[in-house]
């Protein structure tokens, strides 16, 4: 029997689902060790489902990609040659890594990431594929709280701080908690919150978000809700009028980040979190040392935390397998100069949004997507969420950019199409 071009493309959002919507993590996580220094060594050699499904992502998406060959792809546009150097860049720190194997595969699994979201970009519709993973996720936030009723411990905290709050089938609490958000932003973007199954898949999605106790999530929902709406209400089939309105809504954006950088305490406060943010700013000193050992080019990617140069670190406090910041984890990756790539790739890819906001037909699809780039740049400072090659958190996040650069690309083609 042989698959149509259109039957493997399915099959591969189907696979795509199953590993970046925490599927496949929740259920090879049943049976992975507990203890930190097992959890070095286990994060360091991976897991054979993960390693499996992974190969297949990267071989069918590679095939995928060589068919689709002849349409127009976004490494063409402006945006794309930013992935390329990226990844072009972890690559060559392979070279320099203090752990190369890890880097190796690590640099593969965040290839694969970029390819799928790119392969899943130009082969469906971007409005249907972003509601289409975020009824994934309130399928999978559906089973967690099922579990919950069934077997507490599965999928809830079991001591500490956050004790009993809901984990779901995410590898953390605020992992899920933040898709949840997601899920919630694209879903009431879209307007899809009229018939009662929509209204019921938002309430599940919202109860989970709930139980999980997660502030992150809880800003990011709240932000990204008024975000949304004020970029869906001001929005008009005028880009010269879009253009002044968003300088206008970034403005307001600026002004609100200089308030809340202001009243840091006081915000942290009303938010219930300490100062040092969960112990977070801690770490980010201890961090700071590491970072003074090689800060040009870093320790290679995903070396760090599976190398010796953390083993002192492990033996004191303990394995945390990231440093709960995006920016310091790229600088722990590819130092000053991988940080820089980071940015670039983060300002070209909302550069592109408000280009496909402002002028093409559609561009209303950017008002949550818009949001959620804003919303994981600034979460990106407390939560390892931008260059974390497994996380639903950057698939999504690549998922949006090619969704810019895509929509980008078809706006030159009509402006081609009306010079001829």
Not at 96 to 123: G, M
Not at 125 to 154: C, K, W
Not at 176 to 187: D, E, H, K, S, T
Not at 224 to 252: E, K
Request: aromatic letters at 14%; proline letters at 3%.
């Amino acid at each position: 029997m042989v698959l149509s071009l259109d039957s493997l493309k399915r099959g591969y959002l189907l696979l795509a689902l199953i590993y970046y919507c925490a599927f496949l993590n929740f259920a090879s996580n049943l049976f992975g060790p507990g203890q930190a220094e097992d959890m070095l060594n286990y994060n360091a050699g991976g897991n054979l489902p993960r390693q499996l499904m992974g190969v297949m992502l990267f071989g069918l998406g590679g095939y995928l990609f060589w068919r689709m060959r002849h349409l127009e792809g976004p490494f063409r546009f402006t945006g794309g040659i930013w992935w390329l150097l990226l990844i072009g860049y972890f690559c060559l720190s392979i070279s320099w890594s203090y752990e190369p194997d890890i880097s190796f595969r690590r640099v593969i699994a965040f290839s694969t990431l970029v390819l799928a979201a790119y392969v899943l970009v130009q082969s469906f519709e971007p409005v249907s594929l972003m509601r289409f993973f975020a009824n994934a996720v309130g399928v999978a936030a559906l089973i967690g709280l099922l579990l919950l009723l069934v077997s507490p411990s599965l999928v809830s905290v079991g001591g500490g701080l956050r004790e009993h709050a809901f984990v779901g089938i995410f590898a953390d609490k605020n992992a899920g908690a933040r898709a949840y958000a997601y899920a919630v932003l694209i879903l009431v973007g879209l307007g899809h919150f009229r018939t009662g199954t929509e209204r019921t898949l938002l309430a599940v999605l919202l109860l989970a978000l709930v139980l999980s106790r997660s502030a992150t999530a809880a800003v990011i929902l709240l932000a990204g809700l008024m975000m949304v709406a004020l970029l869906a209400y001001l929005r008009t089939y005028r880009p010269q009028v879009n253009f002044h309105r968003l300088v206008m809504i970034s403005a307001l954006l600026l002004l609100g980040g200089l308030v809340c950088f202001y009243l840091y305490d006081v915000l942290l406060g009303l938010l219930g979190r300490d100062p040092t943010l969960t112990n977070r700013v801690v770490i980010w000193e201890l961090m700071d040392d590491y970072v003074a050992e090689e800060p040009t080019f870093g320790y290679g990617f995903g070396a760090f935390w599976a190398s010796s140069a953390v083993a002192d670190f492990v033996d004191r406090w303990g394995y945390i397998g990231n440093a709960h910041s995006g920016y310091y984890e790229a600088l722990l990756h590819g130092g000053i100069a991988g940080l820089g790539l980071v940015v670039a790739l983060v300002g070209t890819s909302l550069f592109n949004a408000a280009r496909a906001y402002i002028y093409h037909p559609q561009g209303l699809l950017f008002a949550p997507l818009i949001s959620i780039l804003i919303l994981q740049l600034m979460v990106n400072y407390v939560a390892f969420v931008i260059i974390n090659h497994n996380s639903f958190d950057m698939f999504l996040f690549a998922l949006i950019s090619f969704t810019a650069v895509r929509y980008v690309g078809e706006l030159r083609q009509y402006r081609f199409k009306e010079v001829l």
